[in-house]
């Protein structure tokens, strides 16, 4: 076949040839299965074969071929031999760039794996079987996870039962596997933080696996050692993503609590390592909105209120390998601290404010400086958009929805969002019954020139707080 141009033609020739071949080592390997002299020959045939029909992976619009001709159902039945080429054969066909060159190939490959509905299942058993100290095996499992990730990507909705099919149990426990660190335990990391995104299933599922606790082992490494190398670093963020994606499940929230993940994430933001920036995003997800009520007054109990203010009041300079902008860190923290004045009760509630008034009231002072910060932002981005709109319509251009959520998108990216969250802490300080606070909010408005207008205009516009609005006009009509 090789020289030979490659059409429909050649393509259904090999995987005849394929098929046959794959029948003649199997019905060997079964009459002679301690006589490894008698199957050999069939057995570089099949070799053979299998390497010519990886051209058929750069021609997605052949892959019906491949089905109506049964050489996938072929392909997954070979999946406990030894040649481990066959995945990377397969990897190759579910190459995520090559299925988007023919939309329509793709569907009728991917159909055709999924179709006996435990092919994930059947990936996985392969996987447990195979022994990553030698090299070819451990080639095989990443290029199992590869055909995974690529069959996950094209179509998403594939991620619960894949996770169901006991994948989310084998790459837990390769995860935690007591082996040095490698390429394939970089993949998991990655493959994971895939399953769970937007996934409420297979959060659960990790969950309910004890994940939680395999995530928070992993992690505590990084505690006061830095990674040793940029994979690893990689390996790092993929588990955080993979724990702020569970702790957007509200049961996770209690495994963490649980797990003493706030303690752990408390001791790396006063390590000051690379994992800092993580875990703060860490945090904030766990005690955001009212799910998170009670990592926010654990927060307190363990003097977590010590570490977060002096973040708050000093943005550390960008670690050069860490690489977190200012206003991610500023959005993180001071949404933890709104998230706290939501949620805190009674005497902890007391603790959180009290910092508010200490030495003659700084952190309301960085409050404000911050809030103008943010507000000259935003009007500058505002400024811009409006002129932009004119342009527009001058030109006769339609201002349609996919052109205002774009707006949209601008604005938060200049820092609308956390403008918002100043506000909002803005407000639940004043309200506090406090007056020194409020009387030092009021007076630094005046100072800089600040307008209620303004700030009332940033609550009722896009605000994501709905109390924001009602909080405020209470503060303007109590007596100064």
């Keep these: 076949i090789q020289g030979e141009p490659v059409d429909e033609s050649s393509v259904k020739k090999m995987i005849l040839t394929f098929e046959k071949r794959s029948y003649k080592n199997q019905e060997l390997r079964i009459k002679f299965p301690d006589t490894p002299g008698r199957f050999m020959e069939t057995e570089l045939d099949l070799n053979d074969i299998i390497q010519e029909m990886h051209v058929i992976a750069t021609m997605p619009d052949l892959y019906h ?7 996938v159902h ?24 090559t299925l988007h060159e023919s939309e329509e190939g ?4 991917i159909d055709s794996l999924v179709s006996p509905g435990q092919v994930v299942a059947l990936l996985v058993q392969n996987m447990e079987r195979l022994d990553e100290q030698v090299k070819e095996e451990a080639d095989g499992v990443y290029n199992t996870l590869a055909i995974i990730e690529n069959m996950a990507e094209f179509r998403p909705g594939l991620c619960t039962e894949a996770a169901q099919q006991g994948l989310m149990q084998w790459l837990l426990k390769r995860i935690k596997a007591k082996i040095p660190f490698d390429a394939n335990k970089l993949y998991c990391s990655e493959v994971l933080a895939i399953l769970l995104q937007n996934n409420d299933s297979t959060r659960e599922l990790l969950g309910e696996l004890d994940g939680i606790d395999v995530l928070l082992q992993q992690l505590s490494v990084f505690k006061r050692h830095n990674p040793a190398t940029a994979e690893e670093q990689e390996m790092m963020e993929n588990l955080f993503d993979a ?16 797990g003493e993940g706030l303690q752990l994430m408390n001791l790396m933001l006063r390590e000051k390592k690379m994992s800092r920036t993580s875990a703060l995003r860490v945090l904030d997800h766990g005690m955001i909105g009212p799910e998170g009520s009670d990592n926010c007054h654990k927060f307190v109990d363990i003097l977590g209120l010590r570490t977060i203010f002096p973040l708050f009041m000093k943005t550390p300079k960008k670690m050069r390998k860490a690489g977190a902008a200012d206003k991610e860190h500023e959005e993180h923290v001071c949404s933890i601290i709104s998230s706290c004045l939501r949620n805190l009760k009674a005497q902890q509630r007391t603790r959180l404010l009290s910092k508010f008034t200490e030495n003659d009231c700084e952190k309301v002072d960085r409050l404000m400086e911050l809030h103008f910060k943010y507000l000259e932002a935003v009007q500058l981005a505002d400024k811009r958009i409006e002129g932009e709109k004119h342009d527009m319509v001058k030109r006769g251009e339609i201002l349609d929805d996919v052109m205002e959520d774009e707006f949209y998108l601008r604005r938060l990216d200049a820092g609308l969002f956390v403008l918002q969250l100043l506000c909002y802490i803005m407000v639940e300080i004043s309200n506090s019954g406090i007056s020194q ?16 207008k303004v700030v009332r205009h940033i609550m009722r516009g896009e605000s994501p707080l709905p109390t924001l609005l009602e909080l405020w006009t209470a503060w303007l009509f109590q007596p100064w």
């Design 437 to 452: 606070l409020q009387q030092r909010v009021h007076q630094i408005l005046n100072l800089r020139g600040g307008s209620v």
């Design 65 to 71: 071929l491949l089905v109506e001709l049964n050489a």
């Design 74 to 97: 072929s392909l997954l039945g070979l999946l406990s031999h030894e040649n481990t080429d066959i995945l990377s054969f397969k990897d190759e066909l579910t190459d995520i760039d």
């Design 243 to 258: 724990m702020c994606s569970c702790l957007m499940l509200a049961a996770n929230r209690d495994r963490f609590l649980r």
């Design 106 to 109: 793709a569907e009728v490959l």
